[in-house]
């Protein structure tokens, strides 16, 4: 069965830099499509970055130039490398890992953005 963990999540002040790993287990990561999402209090889950198994990648137009998506098939895991953090980037950030038309989700992990 395939599970995502995530972790790396934590209070940072505004303008610091923090790294989210989420790691798959059941299955290779190569094949996987994998993004990261958000979901601050009171708003919808949305895409922040994603990566292709061929690694390509896009971003959500709010963290262009601050956040790098990445991946390493052979530690199956893949990384939110957020710098410049802003207020507005608070929230619960999940792993999403999807191929075929499987989807998996890891448990959230929180990123606080506080003075």
């Known amino acids: 069965q395939v599970q995502l963990v995530e972790s790396g999540g934590g209070l940072v002040q505004p303008g610091g830099s923090l790294r989210l790993s989420c790691v798959l287990s059941?299955?290779?990561?190569?094949?996987?499509?994998i993004a990261w999402y958000r979901q601050a209090p009171g708003k919808q889950r949305e895409l922040v970055a994603q990566?292709?198994?061929?690694?390509?990648?896009k971003y959500q137009d709010s963290v262009k130039d601050r956040f790098t998506i990445a991946r390493d098939n052979l530690k199956s895991t893949a990384y939110l490398h957020m710098t410049g953090l802003q207020y507005e980037d608070t929230a619960v950030y999940y792993c999403?890992?999807?191929?075929?038309?499987?989807?998996?989700w890891g448990q959230g992990t929180q990123v606080t953005v506080s003075s």
């Open positions: 999403n890992a999807e191929v075929a038309h499987l989807v998996y």
């Open positions: 059941g299955d290779s990561l190569s094949a996987y499509y």
């Open positions: 990566i292709t198994n061929d690694s390509r990648s």
